[in-house]
């Protein structure tokens, strides 16, 4: 199999322990010939990847954000952008009112946040980016405004209202709504028709002329778990969940033990 592209999810897959790009990841990116794609798939905004990108040694990647609802190519145009109807965000925010769950609002380059609490301080602190400190009504009546609506919407807090917020949504809107619990605390709300494999496949199908057949990816979590089946190899990272490593067609170590990179020395050096 000739390898033409690296796909990669980013927390607990590429990222070591500190949260950062190892050294040896690094070195072994460097040594990658300058036309061949490295695309970062990822639930984060596109500015908390491009940082990492430039770690990398790389500039003008493809970024697949937003876990597939919104798709820039090498030149930040925008290829794909699927988006929660503002209705339906408008439910969740009443859902959550009288709830101590936090939620968090990403459309395009913006990250808005209501309280200035734990929760949106970690999340400025992990993901390496700054929010606009807006109210949720005023982020609503914005987007009313071009009849937009929200990439995703995160909600974190208490195990127990997370997991009752869950039920609610999965009752009601199963087949509008991806929700995916990335750990106990958290629920990423994303629309149900995107994924990082059809991200994958809009950048492939506009930049380049190979398919997903020579692409290797990587991941960990269950919103990897369609991109690792789409890809011509699928690896799994030593800490992924079970289902993840189900479908895949290698496991490597951990992020912590550099998996990722052990795999691309393999492949490329």
Not at 126 to 147: A, G, I
Not at 219 to 244: F, K, T
Request: charged share 25%; glycine share 6%.
């Amino acid at each position: 199999m000739k390898i033409k592209a690296f796909c990669s999810d980013i927390d607990g897959t590429l990222l070591n322990s500190e949260r950062d790009l190892s050294a040896r990841l690094k070195r072994v990116v460097s040594t990658f010939p300058v036309d061949f794609p490295v695309i970062l798939a990822s639930s984060r905004m596109p500015n908390a990847m491009r940082h990492l990108v430039q770690d990398l040694g790389k500039i003008n990647q493809p970024l697949i954000a937003y876990n597939g609802g919104f798709v820039l190519g090498g030149n930040g145009e925008v290829l794909d952008s699927v988006s929660i109807p503002l209705q339906l965000v408008s439910k969740i925010l009443s859902l959550t009112k009288n709830t101590e769950i936090h939620v968090s609002l990403y459309q395009g380059e913006d990250w808005y946040e209501e309280k200035d609490d734990y929760w949106s301080q970690r999340e400025i602190r992990n993901t390496k980016t700054f929010c606009t400190w807006l109210p949720s009504s005023e982020v609503l009546s914005l987007w009313s405004k071009d009849n937009s609506g929200a990439h995703k919407v995160m909600c974190m807090g208490e195990s127990q209202e997370i997991s009752w917020l869950f039920g609610e949504l999965h009752f009601e809107h199963a087949k509008d709504l991806h929700l995916y619990r990335s750990n106990d605390n958290y629920l990423e709300i994303a629309p149900k028709a995107i994924s990082k494999a059809t991200g994958l496949k809009r950048i492939l199908d506009h930049s380049f002329d190979f398919g997903m057949e020579s692409v290797v990816a990587f991941g960990d979590n269950y919103n990897d778990i369609d991109l690792l089946q789409s890809v011509g190899l699928g690896v799994a990272v030593a800490n992924a969940r079970p289902e993840v490593k189900a479908v895949a067609k290698e496991i490597t170590l951990t992020n912590k033990e550099d998996g990722v990179a052990v795999t691309l020395e393999k492949l490329f050096l």
